[in-house]
T-cell receptor, first 109, second 118 residues
């Protein structure tokens, strides 16, 4: 199964863009990339997903490289409430999410 | 927030005892999932269900069984709990299972159950 690799931690200044990278070099052509975040010990929360094209919604943007081996989640104006663990996930088939170990993002005042 | 509850929220038990965790949803979503979360591993899928009485194994299913007799309830059972099953367990639901060519399959997660096996 495809694996994801993320840096274990990152800091970002409040108000600045947070760019969270993810490597998924073994991803297959029909496997989607999802991003979730987990605040404290709560259940993970959906952020965004994509296949080939870049995607944007009210929370974030997702940039996927042309070869699909990596992606970047962008939080355009990070706030203190964005402090969380961010998971880059590959969806295998219809149901199965392969979670990485996540990046702990700390937004600094 | 999606209407998902998990019970109990915290449980301490002893090795060898049976344990059942319950996930209840009020969203009428067809698909339900059980994950465990351990330090250094992210979340790992234990079992999932794609309909009443339809279940399948995930990547870490050994030592666990599930049942789904109603749309709204998905039960996870540890027949004989071991210390290696100490973990935080999350239930999730999704409206559609999506297909290989379909994009959308957002999963909504419950609040989690912290299980300690002594």
């Amino acid at each position: 199964d495809a694996k994801t690799t993320q840096p274990p931690s990152m800091d970002c200044a409040e108000g600045r863009a947070a760019n969270l990278p993810c490597n998924h070099s073994t991803i297959s052509g029909n496997e989607y990339v999802y991003w979730y975040r987990q605040i404290h010990s709560q259940g993970p929360q959906y952020i965004i997903h994509g296949l080939k094209n870049n995607e944007t919604n009210e929370m974030a943007s997702l940039i996927i490289t042309e070869d699909r081996k990596s992606s970047t989640l962008i939080l355009p104006h990070a706030t203190l409430r964005d402090t969380a663990v961010y998971y880059c996930i590959v969806r295998v088939g219809a149901y199965k999410y392969i979670f990485g170990t996540g990046t702990r993002l700390k937004v600094l005042a | 927030d999606a209407g998902i509850t998990q019970s109990p929220r915290h449980k301490v038990t002893e090795t060898g005892t049976p344990v059942t965790l319950r996930c209840h949803q009020t969203e009428n979503h067809r698909y339900m999932y059980w994950y465990r979360q351990d330090p250094g591993h992210g979340l790992r899928l234990i079992h999932y269900s794609y309909g009443v009485k339809d279940t399948d194994k995930g990547e870490v299913s050994d030592g666990y069984s599930v049942s789904r007799s109603k749309t709204e309830d998905f039960l996870l059972t540890l027949e004989s709990a071991t210390s290696s099953q100490t973990s935080v367990y999350f239930c999730a639901i999704s409206e559609s299972g999506a297909s290989r060519t379909s994009s959308y399959n957002e999963q909504f997660f419950g609040p989690g159950t912290r299980l300690t096996v002594l």
